[in-house]
């Protein structure tokens, strides 16, 4: 299946093992919890994304949820990938953002009330554009490919 991710693909995509994915994701969220909350996040940079907790309510269980993600600045907005380590499932937080968009996300800066919604069209492409401008965007298309389905580009707005 096509899609405007893989139209512009830079070389082979390699990824590590399911296993080591995983693996990282266990040491990155223990790392912040071991440090309270001092290792873990980061600002972006015009180069680099940051990363920053996301807090969702499961869509099936209604229990908190936590998930660790990339982003980068637009604006006042905060723009991530929903991608499952390049799996081609869905991740659970972005299954849980549909069912309910109000979430929050703690930054280096503070915790912050947000509004989920995707980017489409013009929007969409402007994004993902931006994404293969930061380190280690270069494979972005590659990795893209990788999935049956379209990888979203997620806008996390403030809430008013």
Avoid: C
């Avoid at 907790?53 to 949820?65: E, Y």
């Amino acid at each position: 299946m096509s899609s405007p991710d893989d139209t512009a693909s830079h070389g082979s995509a390699k990824l590590p093992p399911r296993w080591f994915i995983r693996t990282a994701w266990v040491v990155h969220r223990g790392l912040y919890r071991v440090s309270g909350g001092r290792l873990g996040l980061r600002e972006p940079t015009p180069a680099v994304w940051g990363m920053m907790r996301l807090h969702t309510v499961g869509r099936r269980s209604g229990t908190p949820r936590v998930a660790i993600l990339a982003y980068f600045e637009d604006g006042d907005d905060l723009v991530t990938l929903a991608m499952n380590g390049w799996g081609d499932p869905p991740p659970a937080w972005w299954l849980n953002l549909q069912a309910m968009p109000t979430a929050e996300v703690d930054l280096p800066g503070g915790r912050r009330t947000v509004v989920a919604h995707t980017a489409a069209g013009a929007e969409r492409e402007r994004l993902w554009a931006v994404y293969r401008t930061l380190n280690g965007g270069d494979d972005l298309d590659a990795h893209a490919a990788l999935r049956s389905r379209e990888t979203p580009v997620v806008v996390l707005s403030p809430a008013n």
